[in-house]
C-alpha cells in the first residue's frame, strides 16, 4: 500500500496516510472504546477513512456478538455503530472515497443492495457525518459553520438527531478546566443544539437519501 498518492499532495497538503498496522497499533490503545457499539470517535483529517473503517469494522463484529440472532436488532445497532463514526476532510476525492469505503463495509456486512432502505439510510447519515472542509477553520469547503447531527437509538426502531455546531462543541475543554467559571455545570448546561428532530424510522431516513443522491 502507497502511503502517497502524489508529491505535489504531499507539498501542498502533507497528505501522507497511516500504514495499515500502525493504525492496527493506534486503536488497540483504546480497544475497549473502539468496540462499544456507541462510542464516538471524529477524525479530523480522514482522508479515505482507514482508521474509521477499521473502527467500523470493530463495532459491527461487537454488534454481530450482541444481537447477530435478531435481524431487526442487528440492522438498527449496524446503523448506530455507523451513526457513531464522523469525520472531516479537505479534498473532495478523500471524503467521497471515505464515505464509500465505509458505505461498502457497512452494506457487506448486513448484505444490502443499493435498492435496501437500510443501505440508503446509511448513505444518508455518512452525508450528514463525513464533512467535505477544513477541520482547522470548522468550516465546510462553501464557507459554513460545521455542524454534526448527534444521533441516539431510542429502540424499537426509532433514532433521534440533535445538531450542534462544531465550533461550539470544540470549547468544552475551556469550559472544564479548573478554575473557569463554567467548571462545575454539566454539557447540557453549556450546549444546546442548533435542531432537534423527532425522531425517525430507518424508512424516514432512507427517504432523504435521494436528495442527496440526485
Known amino acids: 500500500m502507497s502511503l502517497v498518492k502524489s508529491k505535489k499532495r504531499v507539498a501542498d497538503h502533507g497528505e501522507v496516510f497511516t500504514p495499515p498496522w500502525l493504525v492496527e497499533a493506534m486503536l488497540d490503545l483504546v480497544k475497549d472504546e473502539t468496540e462499544r457499539i456507541d462510542s464516538?470517535?471524529?477524525?479530523?483529517?480522514?482522508?479515505?477513512?482507514?482508521f474509521l473503517v477499521q473502527i467500523l469494522k470493530?463495532?459491527?463484529?461487537?454488534?454481530?456478538k450482541k444481537y447477530g440472532k435478531s435481524d431487526f436488532e442487528r440492522r438498527h445497532f449496524a446503523l448506530f455503530a455507523l451513526m457513531c463514526l464522523y469525520a472531516i476532510e479537505l479534498?473532495?476525492?478523500?471524503?467521497?472515497?471515505c464515505r464509500a469505503n465505509l458505505l461498502g463495509i457497512f452494506a457487506e456486512y448486513l448484505k444490502l443492495d443499493p435498492?435496501?432502505?437500510?443501505?440508503?439510510?446509511g448513505f444518508y447519515v455518512l452525508s450528514q457525518n463525513?464533512?467535505?472542509?477544513?477541520?482547522?477553520?470548522?468550516?465546510?469547503q462553501d464557507d459554513q459553520a460545521i455542524i454534526f447531527a448527534e444521533w441516539g437509538?431510542?429502540?424499537?426502531?426509532?433514532?433521534?438527531?440533535?445538531?450542534f455546531r462544531l465550533d461550539s462543541l470544540a470549547q468544552s475543554s475551556n469550559f472544564s478546566s479548573e478554575g473557569s467559571l463554567?467548571?462545575?455545570l454539566g454539557r447540557h448546561e453549556i450546549f444546546t443544539p442548533?435542531?432537534?428532530?423527532?425522531?425517525?424510522?430507518?424508512?424516514?431516513?432512507?427517504?432523504?437519501?435521494p436528495k442527496i443522491l440526485l
Do not use: W
Open 91 to 97: 479534498l473532495s476525492d478523500n471524503i467521497a472515497d
Open 182 to 184: 463554567f467548571a462545575q
Open 130 to 140: 463525513l464533512v467535505h472542509g477544513d477541520a482547522m477553520k470548522m468550516r465546510t
Open 153 to 163: 437509538y431510542l429502540g424499537k426502531g426509532r433514532y433521534q438527531r440533535r445538531d
Open 58 to 64: 470493530r463495532k459491527l463484529a461487537s454488534v454481530e
Open 194 to 209: 442548533t435542531r432537534t428532530y423527532a425522531s425517525m424510522t430507518i424508512g424516514e431516513l432512507a427517504a432523504l437519501a
Open 115 to 121: 435498492s435496501n432502505e437500510v443501505y440508503r439510510a
Open 40 to 50: 464516538r470517535f471524529l477524525e479530523p483529517a480522514c482522508g479515505d477513512g482507514n
